[in-house]
Structures are given as structure tokens and as C-alpha cells.
């Protein structure tokens, strides 16, 4: 099973990106789930998570702008991008923590699977 992200390219500043990310195979459940961006010349950095209670955490520079939201029903995570920077140019990556199974699920058992990585450019 892999993660696989959509929806990136290249945006105007002020303007709006929405990133998908899915399971690439039929899984039973995400148990929780986040985005994370690797700016040119800077370490991979948390943006937003959500957990399977749908309680979410944002980064400072993202609150107020990006939204993190997950459909159970697809198993899917989606990030919304509002009012984009300059400074969110990155690639961004999706992480999640699946239960592949029911029998995973009840052994509380996941697995931590990452996204290849979507380029986001803001330009000017």
C-alpha cells in the first residue's frame, strides 16, 4: 500500500490549492493523518494533522489559511490551501497512520506510510 498525492502545481499569490492524498489499495481505516512541506533549504516541517476524532493541529504560518480535512468514506485526506505566500512554495507530503485491516484495527496496530511528495510554487 502507498500513499499517493495530488492537486499540486504552481499557483499565484493570494490564490487558492487544494492536495489530495489517498491510499493507492482498498484499506479499512486512517487512524490519524497529517501534511508536511520541505521548503528549498530547510527541514521537512509539520503544516496541519488530524486525528480520527477529527481534532486538528496547524502550524503558525498556515492558521487561518490551510484546512485539513479527511473523508472516511474515500479514505482520503485533503489540505486546503487559502490566501497562498511566496513562502509556501515546498513540497509537501502526506503522512498517515492506516489500519490496512479490521484485525489491525483491533490489535491497534497501524502502519506509518508517507506520500511521495507534491510540488506547491506560489508565484508572485
Known amino acids: 500500500v502507498q500513499l499517493v498525492e495530488s492537486g499540486g502545481g504552481l499557483v499565484h499569490a493570494g490564490g487558492s490549492l487544494t492536495l489530495s492524498c489517498a491510499a493507492s489499495?482498498?484499506?479499512?481505516?486512517?487512524?490519524?493523518a497529517a501534511w508536511y512541506r520541505q521548503r528549498p533549504g530547510k527541514q521537512r516541517e509539520l503544516v496541519a494533522s488530524?486525528?480520527?476524532?477529527?481534532?486538528?493541529t496547524y502550524s503558525d504560518s498556515v492558521k487561518g489559511r490551510f484546512t485539513i480535512s479527511r473523508d472516511d468514506a474515500e479514505n482520503t485526506v485533503s489540505l486546503q490551501m487559502n490566501n497562498v505566500k511566496a513562502e509556501d512554495t515546498a513540497v509537501y507530503y502526506c503522512?498517515?497512520?492506516?489500519?490496512?485491516?479490521?484485525?489491525?484495527?483491533?490489535?491497534?496496530?497501524?502502519?506509518?506510510?508517507w506520500g511521495q511528495g507534491t510540488q506547491v510554487t506560489v508565484s508572485q
Open positions: 503522512n498517515a497512520k492506516i489500519w490496512l485491516s479490521l484485525v489491525a484495527a483491533l490489535k491497534k496496530s497501524p502502519v506509518d506510510l
Open positions: 488530524i486525528d480520527n476524532n477529527n481534532a486538528f
Open positions: 489499495e482498498t484499506v479499512y481505516s486512517i487512524k490519524s
